[in-house]
Structure formats: C-alpha cells, structure tokens
C-alpha cells in the first residue's frame, strides 16, 4: 500500500512540473472581495425570478432518475453477460453534460436532452451497483426456497427483501447527485439553475449567485422530508406531466444524427459539395481525418486531462487525510466537529463545475482552478467518509493521549486500507470531471469536445466524446486491478 | 407500473401532435445575457402582431445551440452571426439570409490592448502582439474569433496557439473587454458595436484599455429563415417576415440587436465568411 501511494504521490509530483498554474487575474483579491460581499447578502427576489429554473432542475432529476433506476434495473439482472457489462461501462464513462451535448442536437433545446443526459450514464451506474449489491448481499435465504422454484419467485421472495434497503439507500443518494447533474446542464443552455447561475457568474452578480446556490442547497438538505418511498411516485408521475408540456420529438433529426451528421467529413465530403449530401467510403481519408484529428488535438487533450486527474487524485488524498480527523469523534467532539461536518457537506452538495467556474472567474484559466475545485468536492466527499469508518474504529486501551500521535499510529493505519479503495474507486470520476472542466477554457479533452461542438463538427466531437470514454474506462480497469491487488476494498460504498 | 409507464409515453406523444403552429425565433447570445427574455420578448410581440400568429422567443446560451435549434426546426427563424448563419444555412437546404443590420454591411473587430502592454494604436496590423496573452470572444463568433483569427493567421503565418503565451475564449464581448480591462488578458478581439457601447455607457476605462487595431470591414450578423415556412405558414410568408423586420423602427426593440434599423440581405452576401471559415479551418472544406 505504500509502495503504490507512493508511486501515485511521485506521479503526481511530476506532472505537477507540467500543470500550468499560473494565476492570470491581476487582481484576483478584489473579485474574492465582491463574491464575500454576495455570499453575506444574497439577493432572494432573483431566485423568484428563476422559480421555473428551480421546477425544471428538479423535474429532470426526477425523469432522469426514476428512467435510469427502471432500465439500471432491468440490465442488472444480465449483468454476469460481457456485452452488457461493457455496455453500462461505456454509457456512464460519458458525463452527463458530454450526454447533453451530443443528445442537444438530437432532441434539440427540450426537456427531454436533460432527461436523457441524466438517464443515460445512471442507468449504467445503476445497472453496476445494483448489480453489486446483489452479489454482495447474503444468499442464505434462496437455500430456503423449494427445488424447482421459478427464478423470478427466487428473486422476489429470497433476493429482493434481503438488499432492498441497501438499494433504497443507494437509489436516494444518486438522487442527490442527479440534481447537482440537472443544475449543471444549464452551463450548456439547458433551462435548469446551472443556465442563470453561468448568467449571473459571467456578470459579476453574485448576490444572485449565492442566492440561487443557498436555495440549491436547502433543497438538497430537505430531500429526506419530503422524498418519501410511498409518495415519490406521484412527484415521477407529476414530473412527465410537467415535461410532456414541451416535449417533442423528431424522428427525423435523430436519424440524421446518427446516420449522416456523426460519419467522419471524409464520408460526407463529396455529397455536401456537390448538394446530393451522398454519403462514400474510402478508409484512407477516414485513417487520415482521425489520425490529424489526434496529431492536432487528441493527444494533448489526454495528455492534459491525464496530468490533471493525477495532480488531482493525490491533491484529493492529501485533502481527505487532513480533513477527516475534523469530523471523527476520536479527534473532535460538539459543536466543532458538528461545524466541520456542515462544512463538509455545504462543499460537496456544490457541484464541482461550479466551483471550478467560480475559481475560474478568481485565477484565470489554467489547472489551478480545477485541480481546487475537483480537489475540494471529492475531498469533502471521501473525508466525510473516512471520518465516518474512523469512528467505527473502537480504540485500543493503550491509545496514545497525543492526537498527532492518536492519528498517525492508530487511526491512520486503521482506515488507511479503505481510505484507499474510496480514493481509487472515485478515480473514474476524477477523470471524467478533469475531462468536462476543458469547457470551461482549460486544455483537457474537454476543450477541443467544445470546440468540435462550436464549429458544429458533430463527427469531431463524437470521436472525440469516443476517446473521453475509451480513456475513462482505462482508467476504470486499472483501478479495480489495484483494488484488488492491495485487497483492499470500501465494502458497500456510496459514493459512486 | 406498465400502465403508468404506457400512460406517460402517450401524454408525451399527444403533446407533440397538439402543437400549435407557432413561429419560434431565436438570437445569438451576444453580449450579456441576463434578461434575454426580456429584451427579445419584445421583439416576439411586434412580430406577432403584424404577422397576426404566435410568436415565440427561445433562449439560447451558445451559438451552436442556436445553429442545433435552427437545423432541428425547434426555431423557424433566427439572429445569426455571420459564421453561425453561414453554418446554420449549410445544414438546412432552401434556408435563406433575408434581413442584416444596417451597420452589419461593413462590420469591423477591435483588437484592444491593457495599457501596461504600452502597444500603442496603428493602421498596421500589430505584430508586437505576439507572445502576449489573448483572448477570442466565444468560439463561433464571427467577430470575436473569426475574423481576428484569419487576420492574425495572415499576418504570421501560424496557429494563435503558436503565436500567443496563452489563448483564451471569453465566451462574450462584454467579457472579453472586461478581461482585458481587468489585465487578465494582454490583448483581445471585441466586436465594434459592443465596444462603442460599452464605451458609451460609461463601462470601459480608456486609462486601462485602448484600441490598437481595427480590421478592414466585412459582413457580419443576419436574420436567416428556414426555406419551409412558407410551405408551413402560407405562401409569400418569407417575404412578409422580412418586411415585417426591415420596417421595424421602435428604437426599444433595435436597441436589442443593437442595430439602426435592419435593411435587406441575401445569402450570396455571406460567401466571404463561408471562405474565411474555410480558410482557416472552421468549416471544413
């Protein structure tokens, strides 16, 4: 285990020479200034004036998830079946705004490509820890079940009660999660919080900003006191309702995306200037186009989301290390522990392209702004965390009296195993947020995904969406043979 | 749970069939994009009024969006850049540039520079700027980025990537002047009609920011329509839009574009922007 953080800790150091860090705003303190200012008089009356912005933020969430825990479900129980193994792997490897960028055309400006967006890469989360769950679960009551019982009975009766809570569980924290996605598909255009929050950020409000994030955040808070399991079908029923408003769909648009709008320039070439918009092969142009579009922008586009997710993954660590001690009981008790927790979990319920972007606004475009801002989201969430195993520990007698002491020769070597597969679990995830931050201007793959996009060279931009995925679930594989190389394992986790 | 299912899937289609045939527009987030809805609201309503349908108004928050809503037929009508119209018009066959701004026929980018560059204004293109840092507007902007760029590529004969220290895309003019402004950017491309009035309003400090190039002239923003409306809301309906739009003169509603008034146009007017696009690789050729 040493020897691997260290290898990443030594990695990470390197790139660190690589990252540009530059701080490019002259004056980064007096924009600090300003954003204080807003935060301590936030300006409500703009949240009414974005109440539909609010109804539609929740409103995807619940279509995108209550699609995702439908189809999660069904692809769990073929789960053991390769194809479909790699299939859920490909879809969630596509973050949710890549999803809306490519669905944006499709369906065009609807609700429908925010339900999609959130639909689509859960269901492939689901589909895995549903999946995982079920095999973890304890399988002692299907020895119960008479010989010849039916398969679906067995599941019902002997599999179902004994993980429904864990699902349950599982199902309401994605929920969480599924209204940070839906805020920030309106960075992209799509008519949810994320799309007057970029508004108010660009202009300097932040009155409206930090109304707009505190209205957020309460209603993440007060998810457990409404979201009740026997009620919650009527909010997904009110939900299509709401959506089928709007909704239209064009079966026309979406065979041209697929069929036409996607295939290499090469292909399209030739029926695009002469008017037929026919449609030819031949593989030399198609090798020559991928291969120029890797020389020029590929791989520094995996280069740098690379040094990024590197950088970030051990910034990560070090982060969770510090900060966990502040919300575990054998370090810190009452009110200050109390306070560190709701810090933790104000910093965690912000989504991490938020953040990025109000750092942006702070530093200029370069890693720093995302390697704070992927830093703090995921070291708040693998904090809380660790805090939480670190309080299961029943300290020995002979605990050393000293907290540095306590924390280095007790508590670390006790939860550093799981600390571990949590920070290598969320690696994946890393990944994808240093991939989509290129949006907002730093050179990951992101960037030239946007660009693509802006030059309206949909083929480009798939192929480069392609490479994102490919990359993610690289990186997904490496860390499940680390995992289990070190034995290490997070048990049942969270934290997807 | 079938039957909810089913029952959410027919409320969906039935909606798409109860559409009402109303005329949907939209307009390229150009400069500051707080109270769109507001300002092109007001435009929908003189629309429709002597258009005698509904008309209806949807924001946008990136030109490619407004190019995905044009080509996917969610907007009838559209407020184009040059480059997102030329690429809107590709997409679209029948699809035809019918109204301009008057000052649209001989539009120009600023390049603006913070005073600690000490780069001072001429009527040669400034090569001191390389090594700088600098920043576009959005990148589809036809005036933020196009433009500055084939000028930039001509006068150094390489990618802004080689040239500059750093190469940014602000999203917006009013951005990009603020980041100038503000020194986290050296240099910038700005849009004229969004520097003079900002310039105007008081916005920009001159001590801080100047102007020290300017382009020579080419067409820029348009209303482009798509070629089957007059199929969709009856014949000569082309020609009653674009009248409608060059006999609008309520300066409240100008002055969302800004423009003075709106003359005619036609798509032959564009194909130097679809020529610059190619040239430097934007459109694919």
Same mark, same amino acid.
């Given at each position: 285990m040493l020897k691997t953080s260290l290898l990443f800790v030594s990695i990470a150091f390197i790139l660190l020479f690589a990252a540009d860090l530059e701080v490019t705003t002259l004056n980064p303190w007096q924009e600090l200034q300003r954003m204080a200012i807003g935060a301590v008089v936030p300006d409500f009356m703009a949240v009414y004036a974005v109440k539909e912005a609010f109804l539609n933020t929740v409103v995807f969430a619940f279509c995108g998830i209550f699609l995702s825990i439908f189809m999660g479900s069904v692809l769990a129980f073929f789960f053991e079946w390769k194809p479909v193994r790699l299939f859920c792997a490909f879809i969630r490897a596509v973050h949710e705004l890549f999803w809306a960028l490519i669905f944006l055309p499709v369906v065009g400006l609807n609700p429908l490509c925010g339900v999609f967006a959130i639909a689509v890469p859960y269901t492939g989360i689901f589909a895995k820890v549903y999946a995982e769950i079920r095999q973890e679960s304890d399988h002692s009551p299907l020895k119960a079940f008479p010989p010849h019982s039916s398969r679906v009975s067995q599941f019902f009766y002997g599999v179902l009660p004994a993980i429904y809570a864990d699902i349950k569980h599982y199902s309401a924290y994605r929920l969480e999660c599924a209204l940070r996605s839906s805020a920030i598909l309106g960075f992209v255009g799509l008519p949810t919080l994320g799309f007057h929050l970029e508004t108010a950020f660009r202009e300097g409000l932040y009155s409206e900003v930090f109304a707009i994030l505190y209205c957020f955040y309460f209603l993440i808070a007060s998810l457990k006191y409404w979201i009740k399991e026997k009620v919650s079908w009527i909010y997904v029923v009110l939900a299509f309702v709401f959506i089928s408003k709007e909704v239209s769909l064009s079966w026309q648009n979406f065979t041209r995306f697929f069929t036409y709008e996607i295939l290499p320039w090469p292909m399209r070439r030739r029926g695009v200037l002469d008017g037929t918009m026919d449609v030819s092969f031949s593989s030399d142009s198609v090798w020559n186009w991928g291969k120029n579009i890797l020389q020029t922008e590929g791989f520094d !586009?995996?280069?740098?989301?690379?040094?990024?997710?590197?950088?970030?993954?051990? !910034?990560? !660590?070090?982060?969770?290390?510090?900060?966990?001690?502040?919300v575990c009981q054998h370090f810190q008790q009452g009110i200050p522990r109390r306070c560190s927790r709701y810090l933790l979990i104000v910093i965690r319920t912000t989504p991490e392209y938020i953040l990025a972007y109000a750092f942006l606004q702070l530093w200029g475009p370069s890693m720093l702004p995302a390697i704070v801002a992927i830093g703090l989201h995921n070291g708040a969430i693998l904090g809380h965390l660790t805090g939480q195993n670190a309080d299961l520990i029943q300290l020995r007698a002979d605990t050393p009296r000293g907290k540095i002491n306590r924390y280095f020769f007790e508590v670390l070597p006790r939860v550093y195993g799981q600390f571990l597969a949590f920070l290598f679990y969320r690696w994946e995830v890393m990944m994808r947020e240093s991939a989509i931050l290129g949006i907002l201007g730093i050179y990951t793959l992101g960037f030239y995904i946007d660009s693509a996009i802006s030059d309206d060279k949909m083929d480009k931009a798939v192929f480069l969406i392609l490479m994102t995925a490919l990359l993610n679930m690289v990186i997904d594989t490496t860390s499940q043979v680390i995992r289990k190389r070190l034995k290490i394992s997070t048990k049942l986790t969270t934290s997807g | 749970?079938?039957?909810? *299912?089913?029952?959410?899937? &027919?409320? *969906?289609?039935?909606?798409?069939?109860?559409?009402?045939?109303?005329?949907?527009?939209?307009?390229?987030?150009?400069?500051?994009?707080?109270?769109?809805?507001?300002?092109?609201g007001k435009v929908a309503q003189y629309l429709a009024d002597i258009l005698k349908i509904d008309v209806k108004y949807i924001p946008v928050k990136s030109y490619s969006a407004s190019v995905n809503a044009f080509k996917n037929d969610q907007v009838q009508l559209a407020w184009f850049g040059g480059l997102s119209g030329v690429q809107a018009r590709r997409a679209v066959a029948g699809s035809q540039a019918i109204a301009q701004g008057e000052e649209d026929q001989y539009f120009v980018t600023y390049l603006i520079a913070h005073a600690s560059t000490g780069l001072q204004r001429s009527d040669a293109f400034p090569k001191s700027i390389a090594g700088k840092t600098f920043t576009f507007g959005s990148k589809g902007s036809t005036?933020?980025?196009?433009?500055?760029?084939?000028?930039?590529?001509?006068?150094?004969?390489?990618?802004? %990537?080689?040239?500059?220290?750093?190469?940014?895309?602000?999203?917006?003019?009013?951005?990009?002047?603020?980041?100038?402004?503000?020194?986290?950017?050296?240099?910038?491309?700005?849009?004229? /009609?969004?520097?003079?009035?900002?310039? %105007?309003?008081?916005?920009?400090?001159?001590?801080?920011?100047?102007?020290?190039?300017?382009?020579?002239?080419?067409?820029?923003?348009?209303?482009?329509?798509?070629?089957?409306?007059?199929?969709?809301?009856? /014949?000569?309906?082309?020609?009653?839009?674009?009248?409608?739009? *060059?006999?609008?003169?309520?300066?409240?509603?100008?002055?969302?574009?800004?423009?003075?008034?709106?003359?005619?146009?036609?798509?032959?007017?564009?194909?130097?922007?679809?020529?610059? &696009?190619?040239?430097?690789?934007? *459109?694919? /050729?």
């Open positions: !586009g995996v280069w740098n989301t690379i040094v990024l997710t590197q950088v970030v993954l051990v !910034g990560t !660590g070090v982060m969770t290390l510090i900060v966990f001690p502040l | 749970m079938k039957k909810w *299912i089913s029952g959410c899937f &027919a409320i *969906i289609l039935f909606s798409t069939l109860a559409q009402a045939q109303t005329l949907s527009f939209t307009a390229i987030p150009d400069q500051n994009t707080a109270r769109l809805e507001q300002r092109f005036s933020g980025r196009l433009m500055p760029e084939y000028y930039i590529r001509q006068s150094f004969d390489q990618a802004p %990537k080689s040239i500059f220290k750093r190469v940014g895309f602000s999203g917006d003019h009013s951005k990009t002047i603020a980041l100038v402004q503000s020194g986290s950017y050296q240099v910038g491309a700005v849009n004229f /009609k969004v520097w003079e009035r900002e310039l %105007k309003e008081g916005k920009i400090d001159t001590s801080q920011v100047q102007v020290i190039w300017k382009t020579p002239t080419y067409v820029d923003y348009n209303w482009t329509v798509r070629g089957d409306v007059d199929k969709k809301f009856g /014949k000569g309906f082309t020609r009653k839009l674009q009248n409608a739009l *060059i006999t609008m003169h309520d300066k409240t509603l100008l002055d969302s574009f800004p423009r003075k008034q709106f003359i005619k146009a036609d798509n032959s007017m564009y194909a130097p922007i679809l020529e610059t &696009a190619m040239n430097i690789g934007i *459109i694919e /050729k």
